[in-house]
């Protein structure tokens, strides 16, 4: 039903785990899909398992936390191949390296403008490089993968995480409304926990978590690629401005 053939969408963030998931559902959709990353071999690795399966994809590395790259890059897709009719923003970091979870108290600027970078610079950088496009074809799908975290009290440990999802959330609140009458819809997928097992997190804690979710499972990438497919359909037009949690039944208000 969510066709998306002679859709061209470029997902973030999509060598592994739920940006590799969301980029293989678009393409299963009959999307282009230039699979982002910053890590090139990933992107690639990605783009080729696309394609291996049938679908249509091309890596297109760049890191989303600079404007330049980002301007660029989207700039020679579109001149080569095609301009985006979708951005899923998925480029982020839940937790691992130098993003592992602590408490503010323990932090330090840098840290805070790390994490800002990429959850909501990155989105911002991105959405700014596609909008005139889908603007002057008076269409357009932007979708930001976020948190629960964003939106309620989850753990210690991720007020910086959270505060730069929430301002993505907000962010993308608003330019919904910016952009409703020229045909453009933007959307917030607030993501509960996926299993690490898809991604580069650690796996510690997986089954306790999953207890806690009621449907009983953590996520899979590709419950977040329905999802995305949906919003990113022409059957979605009415939907924009909003939050949806994504989460197995977990607690979010
Ligand atoms: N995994 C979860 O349980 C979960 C829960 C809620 C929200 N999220 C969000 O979902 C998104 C994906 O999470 P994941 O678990 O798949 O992460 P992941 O770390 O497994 O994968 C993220 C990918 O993004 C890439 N990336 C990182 N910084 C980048 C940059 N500056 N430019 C381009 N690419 C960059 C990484 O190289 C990596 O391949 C993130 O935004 C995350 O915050 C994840």
């Not at 890059?73 to 095609?82: I, N």
């Not at 899923?88 to 932090?107: E, L, T, W």
């Not at 009290?153 to 409703?180: C, N, P, T």
Request: charged share 15%; glycine share 12%; with cysteine.
């Amino acid at each position: 039903m969510f066709e998306l053939q002679h859709k061209t969408a470029l997902v973030t963030g999509a060598g592994q785990g739920v940006g590799a998931g969301i980029a293989g559902l678009l393409a299963e959709q009959g999307a282009l899909v230039a699979v982002n990353d910053v890590d090139a071999e990933r992107a690639e690795a990605t783009a080729a398992k696309i394609r291996d399966a049938g679908y249509l994809a091309k890596a297109l590395p760049f890191d989303v936390t600079d404007y330049e790259q980002v301007t660029a890059a989207v700039a020679a897709f579109a001149r080569k191949a095609s301009p985006f009719d979708v951005l899923v923003n998925n480029a982020g970091n839940a937790g691992s390296g130098a993003f592992r979870p602590k408490p503010f108290r323990a932090s330090e600027p840098e840290e805070w403008r790390r994490f800002t970078d990429v959850n909501l610079f990155g989105v911002m950088n991105c959405a700014k490089a596609v909008i005139e496009g889908m603007s002057s074809r008076g269409h357009g799908r932007i979708i930001t993968i976020a948190s629960g975290s964003g939106v309620v009290g989850q753990a210690i440990g991720v007020s910086l995480y959270a505060a730069a999802k929430g301002g993505a959330i907000a962010f993308m609140r608003h330019l919904a409304l910016e952009m409703a009458s020229e045909g453009i819809t933007a959307n917030t997928i607030a993501l509960g926990m996926i299993d690490p097992a898809t991604s580069g997190r650690v796996a510690n804690h997986t089954k306790k978590l999953a207890a806690r979710i009621p449907v009983g499972r953590t996520g899979a990438p590709e419950d977040a690629g329905a999802l995305c497919a949906f919003l990113a359909s022409d059957q979605a037009s009415w939907i924009t401005g909003q939050t949806i949690h994504l989460n197995g039944g977990s607690y979010t208000s």
